[in-house]
C-alpha cells in the first residue's frame, strides 16, 4: 500500500510541476528537465580531526543558466544551503559484562 502512495504522490509532485512550468511558458518534457536539474550537484567533504570527530561540510555548485531559469520560473532560491557544517563526536563502545 504504501508503495501505491508514494507512486501517486510522485505522479501528483510531477505533474504539478509540470503545469506550473508550463503556465510561464517552460515547456520541455520531464525527462529533459530533469537532465537539466541534475547539473548542480550538492558535495559533501568528510575529514577526520585529532579529536577523532568527523567533520562534514555541505556545499551545492552554483547553478547554470538553464537551472537558473527553472528556478526563477518557479520562484525557488539558486541554492538550497550555502555551507552545513557537522562535527560528529566518536562513539563510544559499551562493554557489556557476561557474568
Known amino acids: 500500500m504504501a508503495h501505491l502512495h508514494l507512486g ?7 505533474s504539478t ?3 506550473q512550468l508550463k503556465q510561464k511558458g517552460f515547456t520541455s518534457s520531464w ?9 548542480q550537484k550538492c558535495v559533501t567533504t ?3 580531526n585529532v579529536k577523532s570527530q ?3 561540510i555541505r556545499q551545492c555548485t552554483e547553478p547554470n543558466s538553464k537551472v ?11 541554492v538550497p544551503f550555502w ?4 562535527v560528529v563526536p ?8 557476561s557474568t
Do not use: G, H
Open 17 to 19: 510541476i509540470r503545469y
Open 83 to 86: 555551507r552545513k557544517k557537522s
Open 46 to 48: 568528510s575529514i577526520e
Open 31 to 39: 525527462r529533459e528537465i530533469v537532465r537539466i536539474m541534475n547539473t
Open 8 to 14: 501517486l504522490l510522485a505522479y501528483w509532485l510531477v
Open 54 to 56: 568527523t567533520i562534514s
Open 68 to 78: 537558473k531559469q527553472i528556478y526563477d520560473t518557479m520562484n525557488y532560491k539558486y
Open 90 to 97: 566518536p562513539a563510544e563502545i559499551l562493554k557489556i559484562n
